[in-house]
């Protein structure tokens, strides 16, 4: 109706209480219609502004503006570390958009051992105090947070009094030299412990999208409100109320002569694969860890063999994607983190470090969690290099697209690939000059999954 015939028409009250409609062709007044007429029009217009907007996923939100979908660069530090530009109060600073949580956690200045500490409640004249206390556990360490609001802002999104919690007390290393200071929760639904409305909530987004290019070092891209046609994306149902989860039903290996066969003993029950923003590495249970390790073999530690290992496999819903050797394995340069840290990650007991010498591990992490849905994955930013990926609040499922070169999103097959027919259509998106080499990451400033360190071993999805 808006565009008929390509032109834009607009209806208006004129002084005598008549309304006037543009013509498509030359937008001038066409016809008048009378009062009880014009009532029709003005419902016919909203309604059609409205379904644009839900079509683009974007809403009104209590104290937010509506608007088209707003693209935000994400830094990238370490290949491990991606954020972006946060303000809350008078206080600009950088944040990690996590979904995998669901809040806004900020450190703030009652916080007294903290090395970073830019939020300042007392300079905040939109600030306003709550006091409950609240320990948050984060896959690196505890966090003691107090309740509070105060007002928010993302590009052209505002809230006012958005709720957030000042962390006053954490044992968290990596916070103390993290590129970021406040850590924003943009999962699907409310947090497990309280009916709080999110960001994403009060903003009234329901389809995000985010991607991370594949160059060590560049950026990432988070859109809020995304509008991509569905048509491009293979869609994945997500499992449960609180989590990014997808059922992942097989892990395999695709071999270099067009074989694939399923990893033994991993996932032939089910298992349930986070998608997760705030993860640095892919994250999986020990003994799969092990299987997928003996299925890939040996990874010389110079990454001479690179091109000689095999694919990666996941069936997400009834979906194939595959993750090339490049995304699964890492270069990391020294490594000055005792034996319980490195048991954390995959690293293989006969590597050697030289300081400033780069070596080639497996880029995992052992988590060992369960679900109703089966054992735990955790698909970070692996994945998320190699995948530009929308997830959706309204739908409940995330959408997963090949990552071209700017993270623009290419179509995924409209059919299920053969073997090794989608690893070479995701290699036809080669970006020009683009490093064969796996990126360098620091694993000090690894991320690790939000609630990796709960005691619980199951994990409500």
Not at 53 to 82: C, K, M
Not at 93 to 101: F, L, P, V, W
Not at 341 to 352: G, H, R, Y
Request: hydrophobic share 40%; with cysteine.
């Amino acid at each position: 109706f808006l565009r008929h015939r390509g032109h834009a028409c607009l209806g208006w009250y004129s002084p005598d209480h008549t309304a006037v409609l543009c013509g498509a062709e030359d937008c001038l007044p066409r016809r008048f219609f009378k009062p009880f007429l014009m009532r029709a029009v003005v419902v016919l217009l909203t309604a059609a502004a409205a379904t644009l907007l839900r079509s683009r996923g974007v809403g009104s939100g209590d104290g937010a503006r509506a608007s088209a979908p707003y693209r935000q660069r994400l830094e990238n530090f370490q290949n491990t570390q991606y954020f972006g530009d946060f303000k809350i109060g008078p206080h600009s600073m950088k944040a990690i958009y996590d979904t995998g949580s669901f809040e806004v956690l900020v450190l703030s200045s009652r916080c007294k051992h903290c090395v970073n500490k830019p939020y300042d409640y007392a300079t905040s004249s939109t600030y306003k105090k709550n006091g409950t206390l609240v320990k948050h556990v984060f896959g690196s360490g505890p966090v003691l947070s107090q309740k509070a609001f105060d007002d928010v802002e993302i590009g052209q999104f505002h809230v006012k009094q958005q709720v957030f919690w000042e962390i006053i007390e954490h044992r968290i290393p990596v916070l103390d030299y993290a590129r970021f200071s406040a850590i924003v929760g943009i999962g699907p639904g409310h947090a497990p412990t309280n009916n709080d409305s999110t960001l994403l909530m009060s903003i009234n987004v329901n389809t995000i999208s985010i991607c991370l290019e594949k160059h060590s070092g560049s950026p990432g891209w988070l859109t809020w409100g995304d509008d991509t046609p569905k048509g491009n994306f293979a869609a994945v149902p997500v499992v449960g109320d609180l989590h990014w989860g997808v059922a992942m039903t097989q892990v395999g290996v695709l071999r270099s002569d067009g074989t694939r066969s399923p990893v033994p003993f991993v996932c032939e029950g089910g298992c349930a694969a986070i998608v997760d923003s705030g993860t640095s590495l892919i994250a999986l249970p020990t003994s799969h860890l092990d299987a997928v390790l003996r299925a890939v073999g040996p990874i010389h530690h110079d990454c001479s063999n690179l091109d000689s290992l095999p694919t990666l496999t996941f069936v997400l819903g009834d979906k194939v994607f595959e993750l090339p050797p490049k995304a699964y394995v890492m270069r990391i340069q020294q490594m000055p983190m005792g034996p319980a840290l490195l048991q954390k990650f995959a690293v293989p007991a006969n590597m050697s470090f030289v300081e400033k010498s780069e070596s080639c591990m497996p880029a995992f992490m052992r988590m060992d969690k369960a679900s109703k849905h089966g054992p735990v994955w955790i698909l970070g930013s692996p994945f998320l290099r190699h995948y530009y990926t929308q997830f959706d609040r309204a739908d409940r499922e995330m959408r997963f697209a090949p990552a071209g070169p700017g993270c623009v999103p290419k179509q995924y097959p409209s059919k299920e690939p053969s073997s090794g027919a989608l690893l070479a259509h995701l290699d036809s998106y080669v970006e020009a000059g683009e490093d064969r080499l796996p990126p360098v990451v620091d694993l000090q400033s690894v991320v690790q999954p939000i609630w990796s360190l709960d005691s619980s071993a199951s994990l409500e999805m």
